[in-house]
């Protein structure tokens, strides 16, 4: 079982809409949640990171923590053509080692 | 500032060759990590160096991978010999320290290897 689990996608949704991204983990040691934005040909580019549980939001960006769960999420408001890209959620402990999800790759039209 | 510039950005050798990446972090930046993604696959983490001494290598596949960070600056991944697995886009990151804070590593844009 990998330890953490992302939808492939891809995601298509019209622009304006709102979309949820999501990732599922099994270690319960994680305590820091990063989503990064990747698109074609590029590095990842970090987006957002909370610590524990509980919600951050930076502008359309929202991510949600649950850890009773084992389950995170990128919320994106009022999606945009340019939010198109591969969002990846990354894990870890507090030591620096990032574990990452597949990565799911979203399609916003016009 | 520049962020962490990676060479070459495309590679294809052939099978049995040699290869060298390198990596150069972000000035100041003491962390530096190797990632690297197979086909179909995760980010996978390779390695991180503190300055120049190797702080964790769990993620190294096998021997035929050599990574180096002399004077603690640029760093150097070699493959020797390539196998057709290797092919994939090697990531390289750095952050400035170890607390969590923030805990912003900045990635590269990675260098693609395509072994034939």
């Known amino acids: 079982q990998k330890e953490v689990e992302q939808d492939p996608g891809p995601l298509s949704v019209p622009e304006g809409a709102i979309v949820s991204l999501n990732c599922t983990y099994s270690n319960s040691a994680f305590q820091y949640f990063m989503w990064y934005r990747q698109y074609s040909r590029k590095g990842p580019e970090l987006l957002m990171y909370?610590?524990?549980?509980g919600n951050k939001e930076d502008g359309r960006f929202t991510a949600q923590v649950d850890k009773s769960s084992k389950y995170i999420s990128l919320f994106i408001r009022d999606s945009q053509p340019s939010d198109s890209a591969t969002y990846l959620c990354a894990l870890n402990t507090g030591f620096q080692k990032l574990v990452f999800g597949t990565g799911t790759r979203l399609l916003v039209s016009p | 500032e520049a962020g962490v510039t990676q060479f070459p950005s495309h590679s294809v050798i052939e099978k049995g060759q040699t290869v060298t990446l390198r990596c150069d972090p972000i000035?100041?930046?003491?962390?530096l990590y190797w990632y690297r993604r197979v086909m179909g696959k995760e980010i996978k983490f390779l390695l991180h160096f503190v300055k120049e001494s190797k702080q964790d290598e769990s993620g190294m596949p096998n021997n035929r991978f050599l990574a180096e960070r002399t004077g603690g600056t640029y760093s150097t991944l070699k493959v020797q010999p390539a196998e057709l697995e290797d092919s994939g886009v090697y990531f390289c990151?750095?952050?400035?320290?170890?607390?969590?804070?923030?805990?912003?590593?900045?990635f590269g844009e990675g260098s693609w290897l395509t072994v034939v």
């Open positions: 909370t610590y524990s549980s």
């Open positions: 990151a750095s952050s400035r320290d170890l607390t969590n804070s923030g805990n912003t590593i900045y």
């Open positions: 000035s100041g930046h003491d962390n």
